[in-house]
């Protein structure tokens, strides 16, 4: 039964496909319930052997690493301000179940038979700057590369834009 009531928990309305920013997003129960009900039924489902699907910083805020929800979504709303100034950078609304959006940078995709994957750039509970970059890639997906905060994402971008 906790499995049946997470996925609800996590569960968007149909209309945030159509989302231009990640607090379109933020639709599901567990961005507007109660803290303290969201981690409770997060650790329940956590107890199972299956994989939970969840917010990246839902993780850091139940290891006890992001100090609030609200915390979480300011770092994606900077990343979001960030990205959406600069030309070619795309944000993705249709996430895996329970996951925020991600931004791409169209350019990076190729043409023509060379289309692959393109950088992408994704919130991360992997480690404290939380923000990683996916290479372009092809075939398989590379090891995610780590950046420090909004700061170095800011230094690194025209290195990561120049990758094409």
């Known amino acids: 039964m906790v499995g049946l009531e997470w996925s609800q928990a996590i569960e968007l309305p149909l209309a945030t496909g159509d989302a231009a920013t990640p607090a379109e997003l933020r639709m599901a129960w567990v961005h507007r319930a109660p803290v303290s009900q969201v981690l409770s039924l997060y650790r329940a489902a956590c107890r199972s052997d299956e994989p939970v699907p969840s917010p990246w910083w839902l993780r850091a805020l139940s290891d006890g690493r992001l100090e609030s929800r609200d915390a979480g979504f300011r770092i994606e709303d900077r ?86």
Do not use: Q
Not at 117 to 137: E, F, K, M, Q, S
């Open 79 to 164: 990343v979001h301000k960030l990205l959406s100034r600069r030309p070619g950078w795309e944000f993705v609304p249709w996430p895996g179940d329970g996951e925020s959006g991600y931004w791409e940078f169209i350019p990076s995709e190729g043409a023509g038979g060379d289309r692959r994957i393109p950088t992408t750039i994704v919130n991360t509970a992997r480690h404290t700057g939380w923000i990683d970059v996916l290479p372009a890639h092809a075939m398989t997906t590379p090891e995610p590369i780590a950046v420090e905060g909004l700061a170095g994402l800011r230094a690194r971008l025209g290195e990561i834009e120049a990758v094409r």
